[in-house]
């Protein structure tokens, strides 16, 4: 079934390429140039999933997913820039499921918004009470303080919640399936980013620390992501 895809950004340029690449991937698109538009089109009938530029005249994205959540539980992809770090973690709580950075590539973009949409899809069936698949009921990971669930996308340090992007709980998973086990830059780019989208080490580093930061709000002691220098990471079970 083709999903349907939201676009609300004040800049014309990012409509028309993104909305050119989506519907070249089987997507259909909608596009909305401001947040006033989006919020009165999509609460009437919201899209499969949207995606919103953060930073809007009048309405920007922070208020726009926020009135959406009023009315709709539908999956939400910020666009955001480099210093955004303070709404990312702010819109993740209001309930926005990933973040893509500006400038981005149209690619990475297209994979968040299956990834999202993979997940969307998974937590609705298990929330309308359809029986797991053969092997669900054992997915959910324990390691020591850690609590992994991939089928409600949630995690919990320590009994308490953290929240986290598509992205980052999939590097996570990846280092808690092995314990003590390192994982190069390399492996955890595959496990992040599928159909060949190339982000460089930057990028991996820069989501471990993001990691660590969402795990030291919860618990200011927390080591269980270790760095081998020139190596790579691995999770350590306390």
Same mark, same amino acid.
């Given at each position: 079934?083709?999903?349907?895809?939201?676009?609300?950004?004040?800049?014309?340029?990012?409509?028309?390429?993104?909305?050119? &690449?989506?519907?070249?991937? *089987?997507?259909?698109?909608?596009?909305?140039?401001? $947040?006033?538009?989006?919020?009165? &089109?999509?609460?009437?009938?919201?899209?499969?999933?949207?995606?919103?530029?953060?930073?809007?005249?009048?309405?920007? $994205?922070?208020?726009?997913?926020?009135?959406? +959540?009023?009315?709709?539980?539908?999956?939400?992809?910020?666009?955001?820039?480099?210093?955004? !770090?303070?709404?990312?973690?702010?819109?993740?709580?209001? $309930? &926005?499921?990933?973040?893509? *950075?500006?400038?981005?590539?149209?690619?990475?973009?297209?994979?968040?918004?299956?990834?999202?949409?993979?997940?969307? !899809? &998974?937590?609705? @069936? +298990?929330?309308? *009470?359809?029986?797991?698949?053969?092997?669900?009921?054992?997915?959910?990971?324990?390691? $020591?303080?850690?609590?992994?669930?991939?089928?409600?996308?949630?995690?919990?340090?320590? *009994?308490?919640?953290? @929240?986290?992007?598509?992205?980052?709980?999939?590097?996570?998973?990846?280092?808690?399936?092995?314990?003590?086990?390192?994982?190069?830059?390399?492996?955890?780019?595959?496990?992040?980013?599928?159909?060949?989208?190339?982000?460089?080490? +930057?990028?991996?580093?820069?989501?471990?620390?993001?990691? +660590?930061?969402?795990?030291?709000?919860?618990?200011? !002691?927390?080591?269980?992501?270790?760095?081998?220098?020139?190596?790579?990471?691995?999770?350590?079970?306390?």
């Amino acid at each position: 079934m083709t999903s349907t895809i939201a676009l609300v950004d004040d800049d014309r340029n990012i409509l028309t390429s993104v909305s050119v &690449a989506l519907e070249a991937e *089987g997507f259909m698109v909608r596009t909305y140039p401001d $947040g006033d538009k989006a919020l009165s &089109a999509l609460s009437e009938k919201p899209a499969d999933l949207a995606v919103l530029d953060i930073k809007m005249p009048r309405m920007d $994205g922070m208020e726009l997913l926020r009135r959406l +959540r009023e009315v709709t539980d539908m999956p939400v992809i910020f666009l955001t820039s480099k210093d955004d !770090e303070i709404d990312e973690l702010l819109g993740l709580k209001m $309930g &926005a499921d990933d973040y893509v *950075g500006k400038p981005f590539s149209q690619r990475l973009l297209i994979e968040r918004i299956r990834a999202v949409l993979r997940r969307a !899809e &998974a937590m609705k @069936t +298990r929330t309308h *009470g359809a029986p797991p698949a053969p092997g669900e009921e054992d997915k959910t990971m324990v390691r $020591g303080k850690l609590v992994l669930d991939p089928l409600r996308h949630s995690v919990t340090w320590d *009994g308490r919640d953290v @929240t986290l992007t598509v992205t980052e709980f999939m590097i996570l998973e990846t280092l808690a399936q092995r314990p003590g086990h390192v994982k190069s830059r390399d492996q955890l780019m595959d496990a992040a980013y599928t159909d060949d989208v190339y982000v460089d080490d +930057r990028t991996i580093d820069s989501h471990i620390k993001r990691l +660590r930061k969402k795990f030291r709000m919860v618990d200011d !002691e927390f080591k269980a992501i270790e760095t081998l220098y020139g190596v790579g990471y691995r999770y350590r079970e306390a």
